[in-house]
């Protein structure tokens, strides 16, 4: 089966055409959810927006050619890629609003032992450095380093060695002042 230049470039566009509505949707639908202003500040205009762009992508997706009984094969992958489009957009709308806090999370704490990351260690050491030097001041660095750690989880297992980093994080953690900072 041949596919014509004029199919190629229907389907170009209507792909193009069903990402607008893509992220037409998830501007709206996650400006809905999260109560972030955006183009939804304008609900009918958003709305309308979704709308011009549908109506776009059916009609240059969707109406057969003239004359022809059946859609070619084509238009029948555009809308299996228009339906995972539009799933994909859907479910990243759902999960944005609780992805920002998550995120955070992700990148400020260690996802074992629940202290802060080394990122945060590197921008809080940097920050008491800063402060030191600027007020002639004094801190403490204390770096402790478990001798042979790996030789620990080669030997018996990396299940053993993450209850060990548990528990010495847990006695750090108990052991020093609120504004004190444990770090891996």
């Given at each position: 089966m041949t596919i014509d230049s004029f199919t190629v470039i229907r389907v170009a566009l209507a792909v193009v055409a069903v990402g607008l509505v893509a992220a037409a949707f998830f501007v709206v639908f996650r400006s809905q959810v999260t109560g972030k202003q955006s183009v939804s500040q304008r609900p009918l205009v958003a709305g309308?927006?979704?709308?011009?762009?549908?109506?776009?992508?059916?009609?240059?997706?969707?109406?057969?050619?003239?004359?022809?009984?059946?859609?070619?094969?084509?238009?029948?992958?555009?809308?299996?890629?228009?339906?995972?489009?539009?799933?994909?957009?859907?479910?990243?709308?759902?999960?944005?609003?609780?992805?920002a806090s998550e995120l955070m999370e992700t990148a400020t704490v260690d996802a074992?032992?629940?202290?802060?990351?080394?990122r945060v260690f590197q921008d809080r050491l940097a920050h008491?450095?800063?402060?030191?030097?600027?007020?002639?001041?004094?801190?403490?660095?204390?770096?402790?380093?478990?001798?042979?750690?790996?030789?620990?989880?080669?030997r018996h297992g990396h299940q053993s060695g993450d209850r060990i980093l548990l528990e010495l994080a847990r006695?750090?953690?108990s052991q020093l002042r609120e504004i004190d900072l444990v770090a891996r």
């Open positions: 309308l927006l979704v709308l011009l762009l549908t109506a776009l992508s059916v009609v240059l997706a969707f109406s057969p050619p003239a004359g022809a009984r059946a859609f070619p094969w084509a238009q029948m992958v555009l809308l299996a890629a228009c339906v995972t489009v539009f799933s994909v957009a859907v479910s990243s709308s759902r999960n944005s609003g609780l992805g074992l032992t629940r202290v802060a990351s080394h008491e450095c800063d402060r030191a030097y600027r007020f002639g001041d004094t801190f403490i660095l204390f770096v402790l380093d478990l001798d042979d750690f790996h030789q620990l989880n080669n006695r750090l953690r």
